[in-house]
């Protein structure tokens, strides 16, 4: 069954600190790789997409890393800031389909 | 660029009755996508179109649930009769992608919170 697990399911860090949140899964064939950002009320926001060939990706303070064999990856938020408490959401598309599978989200909340 | 728009925002019916949400994608994108995201999970995929063909909609509830995109470019999702478990947010979405995959990233709305009561 292809499946998207994300852990934790929620996480809190005091603001400055870094923090690593999870994503295995069991989706097959592989076409990429996806994390989402959604705030509480709001609709999810495309963080970084990542295919097979990428091993990591950044954007901004966010550093997505993909290991294809194993099949995991992982979202590091550096120099956490209170904007970033938030849900985030794994997401992986199979080849050839256009459906994503979308996991339940860790859901990150920063404390001063 | 605008985003995706949808309204309402929130709508609150008790169930038995029907409810309609719009939405209006980023210009020019081809794909619209409807999700449903009940409270703590991830968002579940109710209807695709590719312009104003239906790709995917093999989740949705067709005997509840009806969606058109007429033109190709808004959308509209209704149910009719609602019952208690579809209380979630409607989201929907819009991409770049044409007639094939590709790694183009989904933009939501702020989708639309439906209480039922």
């Known amino acids: 069954k292809n499946q998207v697990e994300q852990s934790p399911q929620s996480l809190i860090i005091l603001e400055g600190k870094n923090c690593t949140l999870q994503?295995?899964?069991?989706?097959?064939?592989?076409?990429?790789l996806r994390w989402y950002k959604q705030d509480t009320g709001r609709g999810p926001v495309s963080l970084t997409i990542?295919?097979?060939?990428?091993n990591t990706k950044s954007n901004g303070r966010y550093t997505a890393t993909l290991d294809a064999d194993t099949k995991q990856s992982s979202l590091h938020i550096t120099a956490s800031q209170l904007s970033d408490s938030a849900s985030y959401i794994c997401v992986v598309q199979r080849t050839g389909r256009r459906a994503l599978t979308f996991g339940s989200g860790t859901r990150l909340q920063v404390q001063p | 660029e605008a985003g995706v728009a949808q309204s309402p925002r929130y709508k609150i019916i008790e169930k038995r009755q029907s409810v309609a949400f719009w939405c209006n994608p980023i210009?020019?994108?081809?794909?619209l996508y409807w999700y449903q995201q009940i409270l703590g999970q991830g968002p579940k995929l109710l209807i695709q179109?590719?312009?104003?063909?239906?790709?995917?909609d093999s989740q949705l509830p067709k005997d509840r649930f009806s969606a058109e995109r007429l033109k190709g470019v808004d959308s509209t999702l209704k149910i009719q009769p609602a019952k208690l478990e579809d209380s979630a947010v409607y989201l929907c979405?819009?991409?770049?992608?044409?007639?094939?995959?590709?790694?183009?990233?989904?933009?939501f709305g702020d989708g639309t919170r439906l209480s039922i009561l």
């Open positions: 179109f590719q312009n104003n063909g239906v790709v995917d």
């Open positions: 994503c295995n899964y069991t989706v097959s064939p592989f076409s990429n």
């Open positions: 990542m295919t097979f060939s990428e």
């Open positions: 210009s020019g994108h081809a794909t």
């Open positions: 979405a819009s991409s770049l992608e044409q007639l094939h995959y590709s790694n183009q990233p989904q933009h």
